[in-house]
Nanobody, 123 residues
Framework: VQLVESGGGLVQAGGSLRLSCAAS????????MGWSRQAPGKEREFVAA????????LYADSVEGRFTVSRDNAKNTVFLQMNSLIPEDTAVYYC?????????????????WGQGTQVTVSS
């Protein structure tokens, strides 16, 4: 199984980025997909999750209304559209796959993880 994130970079506060995560080696339609992030010196934290069909999404309070998670099951890809970015969003962003009908907000239920992509928001 491989999860490969892309789309990170350096952006000014108020700007936008769109992260992608391409999955291979798993039955993508059968997995809840999630995004988490880890800032320097901090624990990894939940950002967003999306159900198998894409019909249900869940967000951390800190990103609600600014970030949108979506998926394209035909392309085995999950996206994270990030708008109105703030310096506090600076972190390495990871996508993950969970073989569950639930939308986990903790790390343990996720079976597979990508290597992460760096997002840096300058003030």
């Amino acid at each position: 199984v491989q999860l490969v994130e892309s789309g990170g970079g350096l952006v000014q506060a108020g700007g936008s980025l769109r992260l992608s995560c391409a999955a291979s080696g798993l039955a993508f339609r059968g997995y809840t997909m999630g995004w988490s992030r880890q800032a320097p010196g901090k624990e990894r934290e939940f950002v967003a999750a999306i159900s198998w069909t894409g019909a249900v999404t869940l967000y951390a309070d800190s990103v609600e209304g600014r970030f949108t998670v979506s998926r394209d099951n035909a392309k085995n890809t999950v996206f994270l559209q990030m708008n109105s970015l703030i310096p506090e969003d600076t972190a390495v962003y990871y996508c993950a796959a969970a073989r569950t009908l639930k939308l986990p907000t903790t790390q343990d239920p996720y079976n597979y993880w990508g290597q992460g992509t760096q997002v840096t928001v300058s003030s």
